[in-house]
């Protein structure tokens, strides 16, 4: 049975500011069998909080680098890196597709 499993966490940044970030795998086939496995559940919950736990620790590296620098140079900066991650994405779906 497909299956999406959602995790999210809300990240306080300060001044009243929040980050809330989720993680969904959407479609994924899991038997009920595992799913009646406590120890994989853990696992899987565990899986995605690490997940999101990396993404705010990019997430906090590049608001590092942004908060020194001009409005104009951060802009370059962050569409620099969407760039990048847009042809790394390209990359992925070419080579799934083949």
Do not use: F, H
Not at 37 to 64: C, F, G, H, P, T
Request: glycine share 4%; proline share 2%; net charge negative.
């Amino acid at each position: 049975m497909s299956r999406t499993l959602t995790a999210k966490r809300i990240y306080k940044m300060g001044d009243y500011e929040n980050l809330e970030l989720t993680d969904v795998m959407d479609s994924i086939e899991i038997p009920d069998a595992l799913l009646a496995n406590d120890s994989y559940v853990e696992k899987l919950a565990l899986y995605q909080l690490l997940r999101l736990e990396a993404r705010y620790i990019k997430y906090l590296e590049i608001r590092r680098k942004i908060r020194g620098i001009s409005p104009e140079e951060a802009t370059v900066m962050l569409e620099e890196q969407i760039s990048a991650e847009l042809a790394e994405l390209a990359k992925l779906t070419k080579k799934t597709g083949e």
